[in-house]
């Protein structure tokens, strides 16, 4: 899998946009970025994943650097639910299962 | 929405006993995969099975086993049991023919080994 780099923790006001980086300098043209979350002890949650373009959903939108060596998940207004650790994985082509790295534990402040 | 549903929930054991934990996938879903999360640890990818065939494999102990039933359910074995593998054990499960990896976490098995 590529390597991932994200910073260990944020903090983000209640009700302000989160925004979490993610690089991925070594990421191949066909490898996807994934972005999953993890609320405490509760199974991981797929949130997104692109490619090339931004991509939207109803959880959160993804922006994705044109060089494709970093990308960044926008969660547009952070609510208390969604403090927890947000994983950036970018898997090789062909390979299917996620491998889970560090992660950004994210913290909403009221 | 059908989830992923995983049993027991708890399951508290003694050192050498055995375990066997069980994963239902979503409908439809034709591929599982098992992860091993410690205390304060990431999850960690066991093993994982698509169409009843083992399709990949991680960093599983050989005192555990898995296997998919024709039902696509899935089940983890685990012997000798020991401390260490006090963990939470997650299923995730996927449907191939979507061509991507979006898969969906089950609420997991909090194994405790005493």
């Known amino acids: 899998d590529a390597k991932t780099t994200q910073p260990t923790s944020m903090d983000c006001a209640e009700g302000r946009a989160a925004n979490l980086p993610c690089n991925h300098s070594?990421?191949?043209?066909?490898?996807?970025v994934y972005w999953y979350r993890q609320i405490h002890s509760q199974g991981p949650q797929y949130i997104i994943h692109?490619?090339?373009n931004n991509e939207t959903n109803e959880m959160a939108s993804l922006i994705i650097t044109e060089d494709r060596k970093s990308s960044t998940l926008i969660l547009p207004h952070a609510t208390l639910r969604d403090t927890a650790v947000y994983y950036c994985?970018?898997?090789?082509?062909?390979?299917?299962?996620?491998?889970f790295g560090t992660g950004t534990r994210l913290t909403i402040i009221p | 929405a059908a989830g992923v549903i995983q049993s027991p929930r708890h399951l508290i054991k003694e050192k050498r006993e055995t375990a066997t934990l069980k994963c239902y996938p979503i409908?439809?879903?034709?591929?599982v995969y098992w992860y091993q999360q410690g205390p304060g640890q990431d999850p960690q990818f066991l093993i994982s099975?698509?169409?009843?065939?083992?399709?990949d494999k991680g960093s599983i102990p050989d005192r555990f086993s898995a296997q998919q039933f024709s039902d696509y359910h899935s089940e983890l074995n685990m012997s000798s049991l020991e401390l260490g593998d006090s963990a939470l054990y997650f299923c995730?499960?996927?449907?191939?023919?979507?061509?991507?990896?979006?898969?969906?976490f089950g609420p997991g098995t909090r194994l405790t080994v005493l």
């Open positions: 995730a499960s996927s449907f191939s023919g979507t061509g991507t990896m979006s898969k969906y």
């Open positions: 070594t990421i191949s043209g066909n490898e996807y």
């Open positions: 692109g490619l090339k």
């Open positions: 994985i970018a898997p090789n082509f062909g390979n299917e299962k996620l491998t």
């Open positions: 409908p439809r879903h034709d591929t």
């Open positions: 099975f698509y169409e009843k065939m083992q399709s």
